[in-house]
């Protein structure tokens, strides 16, 4: 397959379990993927493992730069302290027009520290921090930190969950909204510009906080009443 592709999803860390539990909703709802790592082999291993789950699953294996370029909404799911690297490694690639979603929940333990811990980015947010390594023409979606790994990866089970959606370019957003709204029980709800991107990622801070003192396996939040407004 040569080319950009215009109805694919590139997911960049698609091998770790956010970005795999994400392939596996959008692969089970017909969506083209490509998972993307830094190791080939690892974004083909990612491949195996999702055909085994879903046969007929579009989807392909690829280095993320090769990733990027070839898909029309790149997925950031990375930790915190690969967020720029995996950013700086790609944006070359990038093509104008490219939508491109962050994903990163800014918490300690990408730092080595305690994984409930919420860590601040100089800019306010890990979204607009990845904004500002972004070529021009490129517009960022803040979304998806809402929706637990482990509850994607769960196929036997819908989900129930609704996520917030934060960015700047309104066209952007709505093409993350319908992605969105692919995943059987996600619900897509613009929580306003990239600058509100920090209360999603402090509510997504909060979540695993309160999953790790009540040892349970978080499945989603709603927000209830919002979805109309």
């Given at each position: 397959?040569?080319?950009?592709?215009?109805?694919?999803?590139?997911?960049?860390?698609?091998?770790?379990?956010?970005?795999?539990?994400?392939?596996?909703?959008?692969a089970q709802?017909?969506?083209?993927?490509?998972?993307?790592?830094?190791?080939?082999?690892?974004?083909?291993?990612?491949?195996?493992?999702?055909?085994?789950?879903?046969?007929?699953a579009?989807?392909?294996?690829a280095?993320?730069?090769?990733?990027?370029a070839?898909?029309?909404?790149?997925?950031?799911?990375?930790?915190?302290?690969?967020?720029?690297?995996?950013?700086?490694?790609?944006?070359?690639?990038?093509?104008?027009?490219?939508?491109?979603?962050?994903?990163?929940?800014?918490?300690?333990?990408?730092?080595?520290?305690?994984?409930?811990?919420?860590?601040?980015?100089?800019?306010?947010?890990?979204?607009?921090?990845?904004?500002?390594?972004l070529?021009?023409?490129?517009?960022?979606?803040?979304?998806?930190?809402?929706?637990s790994?482990?509850?994607?990866?769960?196929?036997?089970?819908?989900?129930?969950?609704?996520?917030?959606?934060?960015?700047?370019?309104?066209a952007?957003?709505?093409v993350?909204?319908?992605?969105?709204?692919?995943?059987?029980?996600?619900?897509?709800?613009?929580?306003?510009?990239?600058?509100?991107?920090?209360?999603?990622?402090?509510?997504?801070?909060?979540?695993?906080?309160?999953n790790?003192?009540?040892?349970?396996?978080?499945?989603?939040?709603?927000?209830?009443?919002?979805?109309?407004?």
């Open positions: 397959m040569n080319g950009p592709m215009t109805d694919t999803i590139a997911i960049l860390g698609g091998t770790g379990a956010e970005g795999f539990g994400l392939a596996l909703r959008w709802a017909g969506v083209s993927l490509i998972i993307g790592s830094r190791d080939a082999a690892k974004a083909r291993a990612a491949v195996e493992r999702l055909k085994e789950a879903i046969p007929a579009a989807v392909e294996g280095v993320n730069g090769e990733a990027a070839r898909a029309a909404v790149v997925v950031l799911t990375v930790p915190l302290v690969a967020q720029i690297p995996t950013i700086k490694a790609v944006r070359e690639k990038l093509r104008p027009g490219t939508v491109f979603v962050d994903a990163t929940v800014p918490v300690g333990a990408a730092l080595g520290d305690r994984i409930a811990r919420l860590v601040t980015p100089w800019p306010g947010s890990a979204a607009q921090q990845a904004a500002a390594y070529p021009p023409g490129v517009p960022l979606v803040s979304a998806l930190h809402t929706l790994a482990v509850a994607l990866a769960d196929l036997a089970h819908p989900l129930d969950c609704d996520v917030l959606i934060c960015g700047d370019d309104a952007a957003k709505a993350v909204s319908r992605l969105v709204e692919r995943i059987a029980g996600a619900r897509a709800i613009d929580a306003g510009p990239l600058e509100n991107a920090r209360f999603a990622e402090h509510l997504a801070a909060l979540l695993i906080a309160l790790i003192g009540h040892k349970v396996k978080h499945s989603g939040v709603r927000f209830t009443g919002l979805a109309g407004l």
